[in-house]
């Protein structure tokens, strides 16, 4: 009998790589000096939908997302770029848009 847990974690898993290849063959990477212009990233976008983006990782569904822990956080993610000394930088899985440092995504990566 399959579990649901190992299809939707490797759904999950598929998703964050085409989210990043779309996103690395699509724009270059934004230095985090330049971040002050870009728009915020918000649940519409495509790409942050399909990996449940939130701006407030203690919104993270626990029952959806079962390995999520209280310490991840874009802050602490290896495509968050920090360096602005603001609340949103870039992140490398969504170019052209600013994160909240404070979110999470289930394309999370401890750093």
């Known amino acids: 009998m399959k579990t649901i847990h ?5 759904r999950v898993a598929l998703k964050a790589i085409a989210a990043a290849v779309a996103g690395i063959g699509a724009s270059r990477f934004v230095p985090a000096a330049e971040s002050g212009g870009l728009p915020h990233l918000t649940d519409a976008n495509p790409a942050a939908a399909s990996l449940s983006y939130t701006e407030n990782a203690d919104s993270v569904d626990s029952r959806k997302f079962p390995k999520h822990q209280a310490s991840q956080r874009c802050a602490t993610c290896r495509y ?31 750093v």
Do not use: E
């Open 6 to 10: 190992n299809q939707t974690t490797r």
């Open 80 to 110: 968050f770029q920090t360096g602005t000394g603001s609340v949103y930088a870039p992140c490398r899985l969504y170019p052209g848009n600013a994160v909240n440092a404070n979110g999470w995504c289930a394309g999370y990566v401890p």
